[in-house]
């Protein structure tokens, strides 16, 4: 079911484990916070989909030149040229808007114009 890799995933749980404050025998309650946020990406898919993509990159024949863009690209992130073009239309849109409120603004009050004028003239 659950495709996993095993040099991935212990990398991934040695990263769980480094994450937070350092913890000696001591020192349980750091411990049950590794364990406690190791849970939790496990239980959010992050740990999976973290091990998918990095065999994904092991198994890509060609390496990118740019891992962390591969990284971003196969877990669905724009990329910067996606930003770039998404704000280009998000302008275009805002202009179009602009202009057919003014168009609509005029036409209401024409149509105003018509509807009383009409009345008026009868």
């Known amino acids: 079911q659950q495709q996993t890799c095993p ?13 937070g404050p350092s913890s000696t025998a001591a020192d349980m309650s750091g411990e049950s916070k ?12 992050v740990i999976d989909a973290l ?16 891992a962390l863009d591969f990284i971003k690209q196969y877990l669905g992130a724009p990329t910067s040229g996606d930003v770039e073009t998404m ?12 202009e057919l409120t003014k168009e609509l603004e005029a036409v209401q009050a024409k149509l105003e114009a018509m509807t009383t004028g009409g009345e008026g003239g009868e």
């Open 34 to 45: 590794k364990e406690e946020f190791r849970k939790y990406l496990e239980r959010s898919g």
């Open 7 to 19: 040099t991935h995933s212990s990398t991934l749980l040695t990263v769980a484990d480094k994450v």
């Open 87 to 98: 704000k280009a239309e998000k302008d275009e849109m805002l202009k179009k808007n602009e």
């Open 51 to 66: 091990t998918k993509v990095l065999v994904a990159l092991y198994e890509e024949p060609e390496k990118p030149s740019n």
